[in-house]
Protein backbone atom coordinates (compact mmCIF):
# COMPACT_ATOMS: atom_id res chain seq x y z
CA UNK A 1 0.00 0.00 0.00
CA UNK A 2 1.22 3.33 -1.10
CA UNK A 3 1.24 5.49 2.53
CA UNK A 4 2.72 8.95 3.20
CA UNK A 5 3.42 9.91 6.82
CA UNK A 6 4.41 12.77 8.38
CA UNK A 7 5.50 13.81 11.78
CA UNK A 8 7.10 16.39 13.70
CA UNK A 9 4.51 18.92 13.83
CA UNK A 10 3.02 20.79 17.25
CA UNK A 11 2.93 24.29 19.08
CA UNK A 12 6.21 26.33 18.94
CA UNK A 13 6.57 30.27 19.69
CA UNK A 14 7.55 32.90 17.13
CA UNK A 15 10.73 33.01 15.81
CA UNK A 16 11.20 29.26 17.26
CA UNK A 17 11.94 26.12 15.00
CA UNK A 18 10.47 22.65 13.51
CA UNK A 19 11.77 19.89 11.69
CA UNK A 20 8.61 18.10 9.78
CA UNK A 21 9.21 14.29 8.67
CA UNK A 22 7.27 12.43 6.04
CA UNK A 23 8.13 8.53 5.16
CA UNK A 24 7.30 7.08 2.57
CA UNK A 25 6.42 3.29 2.34
CA UNK A 26 5.12 1.01 -0.97
CA UNK A 27 6.22 2.95 -3.88
CA UNK A 28 9.72 3.26 -5.09
CA UNK A 29 10.49 6.85 -3.21
CA UNK A 30 13.52 7.28 -5.04
CA UNK A 31 12.26 8.01 -8.10
CA UNK A 32 9.35 10.93 -7.54
CA UNK A 33 9.75 14.10 -6.90
CA UNK A 34 8.24 15.19 -2.96
CA UNK A 35 6.69 18.17 -2.56
CA UNK A 36 5.34 20.40 1.12
CA UNK A 37 1.80 21.83 0.65
CA UNK A 38 0.10 23.24 3.79
CA UNK A 39 -3.09 25.02 4.70
CA UNK A 40 -3.82 27.07 7.04
CA UNK A 41 -7.51 26.91 9.39
CA UNK A 42 -10.23 27.07 6.98
CA UNK A 43 -8.06 28.32 3.71
CA UNK A 44 -7.08 27.12 0.93
CA UNK A 45 -4.26 25.34 -0.64
CA UNK A 46 -0.63 26.36 -0.40
CA UNK A 47 2.61 25.02 -2.24
CA UNK A 48 5.34 25.43 0.56
CA UNK A 49 8.29 23.35 -1.23
CA UNK A 50 9.24 21.13 -4.15
CA UNK A 51 12.69 18.69 -4.80
CA UNK A 52 13.40 16.47 -7.41
CA UNK A 53 14.17 12.66 -7.22
CA UNK A 54 17.80 13.22 -6.73
CA UNK A 55 17.81 16.56 -5.18
CA UNK A 56 19.63 18.84 -8.13
CA UNK A 57 16.12 20.58 -8.10
CA UNK A 58 15.09 22.49 -5.57
CA UNK A 59 12.03 25.33 -5.34
CA UNK A 60 10.30 27.09 -2.66
CA UNK A 61 7.48 29.89 -1.95
CA UNK A 62 8.50 33.52 -1.73
CA UNK A 63 6.51 33.05 1.46
CA UNK A 64 9.28 30.67 2.98
CA UNK A 65 12.16 31.50 0.85
CA UNK A 66 15.29 31.95 3.54
CA UNK A 67 13.55 30.10 6.29
CA UNK A 68 12.36 27.11 5.41
CA UNK A 69 14.45 24.15 3.89
CA UNK A 70 12.76 21.02 1.90
CA UNK A 71 15.42 18.17 1.95
CA UNK A 72 15.72 14.06 1.33
CA UNK A 73 17.20 10.74 2.40
CA UNK A 74 16.25 8.38 -0.51
CA UNK A 75 18.33 5.25 1.78
CA UNK A 76 15.72 5.94 4.60
CA UNK A 77 12.52 6.76 2.10
CA UNK A 78 12.03 9.93 4.05
CA UNK A 79 11.17 13.93 2.99
CA UNK A 80 11.79 16.60 5.69
CA UNK A 81 11.17 20.40 6.06
CA UNK A 82 13.49 22.02 8.24
CA UNK A 83 11.00 25.17 9.31
CA UNK A 84 13.06 28.40 10.80
CA UNK A 85 12.16 31.48 12.05
CA UNK A 86 8.95 30.20 12.56
CA UNK A 87 5.34 33.14 12.46
CA UNK A 88 2.01 33.32 13.04
CA UNK A 89 1.14 33.12 9.38
CA UNK A 90 3.03 29.45 8.96
CA UNK A 91 0.34 28.31 11.30
CA UNK A 92 -1.12 25.25 8.43
CA UNK A 93 -1.99 21.93 7.90
CA UNK A 94 1.39 20.56 6.54
CA UNK A 95 0.80 17.83 3.66
CA UNK A 96 3.77 15.92 2.12
CA UNK A 97 3.09 14.98 -1.33
CA UNK A 98 4.58 13.61 -4.29
CA UNK A 99 4.74 14.07 -7.71
CA UNK A 100 2.87 11.74 -10.16
CA UNK A 101 3.55 11.60 -13.91
CA UNK A 102 1.87 10.00 -17.25
CA UNK A 103 2.01 11.55 -20.61
CA UNK A 104 4.15 14.35 -20.29
CA UNK A 105 1.46 15.86 -17.12
CA UNK A 106 2.09 15.67 -13.78
CA UNK A 107 0.33 16.29 -10.16
CA UNK A 108 0.48 15.97 -7.23
CA UNK A 109 0.02 11.92 -5.87
CA UNK A 110 -0.01 10.21 -3.33
CA UNK A 111 -0.95 12.78 -0.06
CA UNK A 112 0.11 11.93 3.64
CA UNK A 113 -2.53 12.61 5.73
CA UNK A 114 -0.87 15.97 7.25
CA UNK A 115 0.98 17.07 10.25
CA UNK A 116 -0.62 20.31 12.25
CA UNK A 117 2.10 23.20 12.85
CA UNK A 118 0.67 25.63 15.59
CA UNK A 119 3.08 28.41 15.82
CA UNK A 120 1.63 30.64 18.43
CA UNK A 121 2.97 32.17 21.78
CA UNK B 1 3.47 34.11 -10.58
CA UNK B 2 0.76 32.70 -12.50
CA UNK B 3 -2.63 33.25 -10.13
CA UNK B 4 -5.61 30.82 -10.78
CA UNK B 5 -9.39 32.19 -10.10
CA UNK B 6 -11.89 29.65 -9.73
CA UNK B 7 -15.25 30.68 -10.02
CA UNK B 8 -17.97 30.12 -8.24
CA UNK B 9 -16.48 30.27 -4.94
CA UNK B 10 -19.01 28.50 -2.94
CA UNK B 11 -22.09 26.79 -4.86
CA UNK B 12 -25.25 25.08 -3.57
CA UNK B 13 -26.63 22.12 -5.43
CA UNK B 14 -28.89 18.89 -5.32
CA UNK B 15 -28.34 15.45 -5.98
CA UNK B 16 -28.60 14.96 -9.77
CA UNK B 17 -27.71 18.30 -10.81
CA UNK B 18 -25.08 18.73 -13.23
CA UNK B 19 -22.41 21.87 -12.08
CA UNK B 20 -19.43 23.22 -13.89
CA UNK B 21 -16.59 24.64 -12.28
CA UNK B 22 -14.23 27.32 -14.12
CA UNK B 23 -10.75 27.79 -13.30
CA UNK B 24 -9.08 30.75 -15.59
CA UNK B 25 -5.30 31.35 -15.13
CA UNK B 26 -3.58 34.85 -15.74
CA UNK B 27 -1.33 33.36 -18.48
CA UNK B 28 -1.53 30.60 -21.12
CA UNK B 29 -0.31 26.98 -18.97
CA UNK B 30 -1.25 24.75 -21.91
CA UNK B 31 -3.00 21.75 -19.83
CA UNK B 32 -1.07 21.91 -17.17
CA UNK B 33 -3.91 21.66 -14.83
CA UNK B 34 -5.10 19.37 -12.28
CA UNK B 35 -8.22 18.98 -10.26
CA UNK B 36 -8.66 18.44 -6.31
CA UNK B 37 -11.57 17.53 -4.28
CA UNK B 38 -10.97 17.56 -0.50
CA UNK B 39 -13.45 16.79 1.81
CA UNK B 40 -13.10 17.86 5.61
CA UNK B 41 -10.16 16.70 7.28
CA UNK B 42 -8.81 14.82 4.65
CA UNK B 43 -5.68 15.01 2.09
CA UNK B 44 -7.27 16.42 -1.23
CA UNK B 45 -7.65 13.84 -4.19
CA UNK B 46 -6.53 14.09 -7.57
CA UNK B 47 -9.69 14.10 -9.79
CA UNK B 48 -7.90 14.98 -13.41
CA UNK B 49 -4.59 15.72 -14.63
CA UNK B 50 -3.59 17.00 -18.12
CA UNK B 51 -6.70 19.51 -18.02
CA UNK B 52 -8.70 16.38 -19.03
CA UNK B 53 -7.15 13.46 -17.85
CA UNK B 54 -9.54 11.27 -15.26
CA UNK B 55 -7.31 9.45 -12.68
CA UNK B 56 -7.98 6.12 -12.45
CA UNK B 57 -10.62 4.45 -10.58
CA UNK B 58 -12.51 8.38 -10.45
CA UNK B 59 -16.03 8.08 -11.77
CA UNK B 60 -16.65 8.63 -15.05
CA UNK B 61 -18.97 11.84 -13.84
CA UNK B 62 -16.04 13.78 -13.56
CA UNK B 63 -15.03 15.32 -16.47
CA UNK B 64 -12.48 18.24 -17.03
CA UNK B 65 -11.60 20.42 -20.49
CA UNK B 66 -10.12 23.41 -21.35
CA UNK B 67 -6.33 24.88 -22.55
CA UNK B 68 -4.64 27.55 -22.55
CA UNK B 69 -6.45 29.90 -19.25
CA UNK B 70 -9.51 28.87 -19.46
CA UNK B 71 -10.18 25.54 -18.13
CA UNK B 72 -13.51 23.66 -16.63
CA UNK B 73 -14.41 20.64 -14.14
CA UNK B 74 -18.20 18.92 -14.79
CA UNK B 75 -20.12 16.78 -12.44
CA UNK B 76 -22.52 15.57 -14.77
CA UNK B 77 -25.30 13.74 -12.05
CA UNK B 78 -23.94 14.87 -8.36
CA UNK B 79 -23.99 12.17 -5.81
CA UNK B 80 -24.15 12.63 -2.00
CA UNK B 81 -20.39 11.99 -1.71
CA UNK B 82 -19.42 14.86 -4.39
CA UNK B 83 -20.24 17.13 -1.49
CA UNK B 84 -16.58 18.71 -0.69
CA UNK B 85 -14.29 21.40 -1.95
CA UNK B 86 -13.00 21.79 -5.58
CA UNK B 87 -9.00 23.36 -5.88
CA UNK B 88 -7.27 23.80 -9.82
CA UNK B 89 -3.74 23.62 -10.08
CA UNK B 90 -1.52 24.88 -12.01
CA UNK B 91 1.83 22.65 -12.69
CA UNK B 92 2.95 24.53 -16.05
CA UNK B 93 5.55 26.65 -14.13
CA UNK B 94 6.95 27.26 -10.75
CA UNK B 95 5.86 28.91 -8.00
CA UNK B 96 2.99 26.04 -8.46
CA UNK B 97 -0.47 27.78 -7.88
CA UNK B 98 -3.90 26.39 -6.36
CA UNK B 99 -6.82 28.29 -7.00
CA UNK B 100 -8.73 29.61 -3.90
CA UNK B 101 -11.47 26.72 -4.13
CA UNK B 102 -14.82 25.88 -4.70
CA UNK B 103 -17.54 24.54 -1.51
CA UNK B 104 -19.97 22.59 -3.01
CA UNK B 105 -22.55 22.15 -0.78
CA UNK B 106 -26.28 20.53 -0.58
CA UNK B 107 -29.27 22.29 -1.45
Known amino acids: EVQLVESGGGLVKPGGSLRLSCAAS????????MNWVRQAPGKGLEWVSS????????YSADSVKGRFTISRDNAKNSLFLQMNSLRAEDTAVYYC??????????????WGQGVLVTVSS | DIQLTQSPSFLSASVGDRVTITCRAS??????LAWYQQKPGKAPKVLIY???TLQSGVPSRFSGSGSGTEFTLTISSLQPEDFATYYC?????????FGQGTRLEIK
Open chain 1, 26 to 33: GFTFSNYS
Open chain 2, 27 to 32: QGISSY
Open chain 1, 97 to 110: TGVSIAAGYNWFDP
Open chain 2, 89 to 97: QQLDSYPIT
Open chain 1, 51 to 58: ISDSSIYI
Open chain 2, 50 to 52: GAS
